[in-house]
């Protein structure tokens, strides 16, 4: 089983930074895209970064040149630094990983608990 843990969300004022971060622990053996994903209320999820194994990203266009991911392949990790937050940034802000848990086995896809981030005036 593989469990992911995120940390970092919050209230933050327009303008200014947050930094997500993401931890998988488990039965790994590797993971290929690491990415984030949010959530505003009634609305399904939507892609906000991905980051592949090879270092490639893609950003959704609403956080273009504000956002940006990384990840730690030695820590299972992902980050996002979000910057000059706007109130449309207010969301649940989910991480997923596609995981291989062994070498005999498939990926899978598994989810993070989700962390609020709000954005106030």
């Known amino acids: 089983q593989v469990q992911l843990v995120e940390s970092g969300g919050g209230l933050v004022q327009a303008g200014g930074s947050l930094r997500l971060s993401c931890a998988a622990s488990g039965s790994i053996f590797s993971i290929n895209a690491m990415e984030w994903y949010r959530q505003f209320p009634g609305k399904e999820r939507e892609l906000v970064a991905r980051?592949?194994?090879?270092?490639?990203?893609v950003y959704g266009d609403s956080v273009k040149d504000r956002f940006t991911i990384s990840r730690d392949n030695a820590k299972n990790s992902a980050y996002l630094e979000m910057n000059s937050l706007k109130l449309d940034d207010t969301a649940v802000y989910y991480c997923?990983?596609?995981?291989?848990?062994?070498?005999?086995?498939?990926?899978?896809?598994?989810w993070g608990q989700g962390t609020q981030v709000t954005v106030s005036s």
């Open positions: 980051v592949t194994r090879d270092g490639n990203t």
């Open positions: 997923r990983f596609i995981v291989q848990p062994s070498p005999a086995l498939r990926m899978f896809q598994y």
